[in-house]
């Protein structure tokens, strides 16, 4: 990764230093087939480590199936949200690069929304050095749906991200180092009821949004506003179509 587009991701990440509450709020969660599918062969009181684990929307899904988790993100913020939902979860403040946790810790490690804020090389080097010996990582990316043409234009309007990488997972690919094996994938198509209300404040838990001017913010919301009131002038709720991208790796 160059240093210019390192610093760009970065900046957009430091944008969700704040505004857990939106987040938690607002943004989808993980299907439960995706999920099944990345803990696949990972036994019920392993040790798993969410990394970029936000206020904990995959982070649930880890704990409900019987894991004993850590999670870890750079916001604090994000953590207490966290925190106050799953209140028996260990924390850390950390990154992908510099997770904190000891040599050998976990049995799996997931990045759930989050590995396109980790630089790749050092992330990898991190990763495998939190495993244990036949550990596995996992990682997952929510996409709407942009084969819907009122998805795309939603999206267009967001500045969030459409297109090929949106729908084909091998777009987001993980790139690992020379420690991991194969990475194997799967995609899931599924929807999200929503409030229409909801689906129009969406758009300020989006990186591009929270890291915009006052008047880039206003421009935007005004936007989607006259959007939504033209693509749905007579319903309350929607679905909000979603692929869903997942991947694995176990350790060489």
């Avoid at 938690?24 to 392993?46: H, I, K, N, Q």
């Avoid at 798993?48 to 899904?61: E, H, L, P, R, S």
């Avoid at 006259?226 to 319903?235: I, R, T």
Wanted: proline share 6%; hydrophobic share 45%; with cysteine.
């Amino acid at each position: 990764m160059s240093s210019q587009r390192s610093e760009s991701f970065r900046r957009l990440g430091s944008a969700f230093a704040a505004g857990g509450d939106g987040y938690e709020r607002l943004r989808p969660g993980y299907p439960d087939d995706a999920v099944s599918w990345m803990v696949e062969g990972t036994p019920a009181g392993a040790v798993v480590a969410d990394v970029g684990a936000g206020t904990g929307k995959f982070t649930a899904a880890l704990v409900n199936r019987g894991f004993e988790v850590c999670a870890i993100d750079p916001s604090a913020d994000m953590l207490d949200q966290l925190s106050r939902l799953l209140p028996g979860v260990a924390t850390r403040v950390g990154t992908g690069e510099a997770t904190g946790l000891p040599d050998d810790a976990a049995d799996l490690v997931t990045f759930a929304q989050s590995w396109h804020w980790v630089e790749p090389a050092a992330g990898s080097i991190e990763t495998a050095r939190v495993l244990k010996p036949g550990g596995r990582a996992a990682w997952v990316w929510n996409f709407m749906d942009v084969r819907e043409p009122w998805v795309a234009e939603l999206a267009a309007i967001w500045h969030t991200v459409g297109g090929d990488q949106a729908t084909n997972r091998m777009r987001n690919l993980p790139v690992l180092g020379t420690g991991f094996g194969p990475v194997t994938s799967v995609t899931i198509d599924w929807a999200q009821p929503m409030l229409l209300a909801d689906l129009a404040e969406l758009v300020t838990t989006r990186s591009y949004y929270r890291s915009a001017s006052p008047t880039e913010r206003n421009q935007i919301d005004a936007d989607v506003a006259a959007f939504l009131c033209a693509q749905f002038p007579a319903v309350d709720t929607i679905r909000l179509p979603y692929r869903t991208h997942c991947f694995r790796a176990g350790l060489a």
